[in-house]
T-cell receptor
């Protein structure tokens, strides 16, 4: 079983839709959760960084962590064609000593005009 | 502008040659990483460094080597021992290992 599971998609939605992207994980020690956006042939760009459980909002993006279910989500409101990219989730057990990042394989999102 | 700079963006190598990928950061981060990304696969950790003059093997270190002589720089050498070197290579840094990581724009290496 992989440490982090993420549906590869592709996920196709019309412009203006609310998008829900999800990852599940198996290691209860994970405390730090990240979402990255990666355009084709570019490096991943950090969108959201959250610690432990709860919600965090930044503009049209909301990150949600449910540690009891080992489930994290990224919601995109009022989706735009420019949001078309691959979204990677990542997590780690801590910020000190070496706690490696575990990445999902990415969900490809296509927002149609 | 603070960030991570990888160069070159595209690199072509003949079989049997070593090649070095550059990674420089001006974020004053202690930790730096090298990942490899192949189509349909997640990021795989090659090497990481928690501090200057220290580095450790990641999950797929065979055929690669690194150095960390300066805080700002973490070059990756792809040696001729790496059997499948064609890939997209990503360098990242974070203030400490496990904290949020920031990525460079990547180097696409092709063996011809």
């Amino acid at each position: 079983q992989k440490e982090v599971e993420q549906d590869p998609g592709p996920l196709s939605v019309p412009e203006g839709a609310i998008v829900s992207l999800n990852c599940t994980y198996s290691n209860s020690a994970f405390q730090y959760f990240m979402w990255y956006r990666q355009y084709s042939r570019k490096g991943p760009e950090l969108l959201m960084y959250t610690y432990s459980s709860g919600n965090k909002e930044d503009g049209r993006f909301t990150a949600q962590v449910d540690k009891s279910s080992k489930y994290i989500s990224l919601f995109i409101r009022d989706s735009q064609p420019s949001d078309s990219a691959t979204y990677l989730c990542a997590m780690s057990a801590g910020a000190y000593n070496f706690n490696k990042f575990y990445f999902g394989s990415g969900t490809k999102l296509n927002v149609k005009p | 502008d603070g960030g991570i700079t990888q160069s070159p963006k595209y690199l072509f190598r003949k079989e049997g040659q070593n090649v070095t990928l550059s990674c420089e950061q001006n974020l004053n981060h202690d930790a730096m990483y090298w990942y490899r990304q192949d189509p349909g696969q997640g990021l795989r950790l090659i090497y990481y460094s928690q501090i200057v003059n220290d580095f450790q093997k990641g999950d797929i270190a065979e055929g690669y080597s690194v150095s960390r002589e300066k805080k700002e720089s973490f070059p990756l050498t792809v040696t001729s021992a790496q059997k499948n070197p064609t890939a997209f290579y990503l360098c990242a840094s974070s203030i400490s290992t496990g904290a949020e990581a920031f990525f460079g724009q990547g180097t696409r290496l092709t063996v011809v």
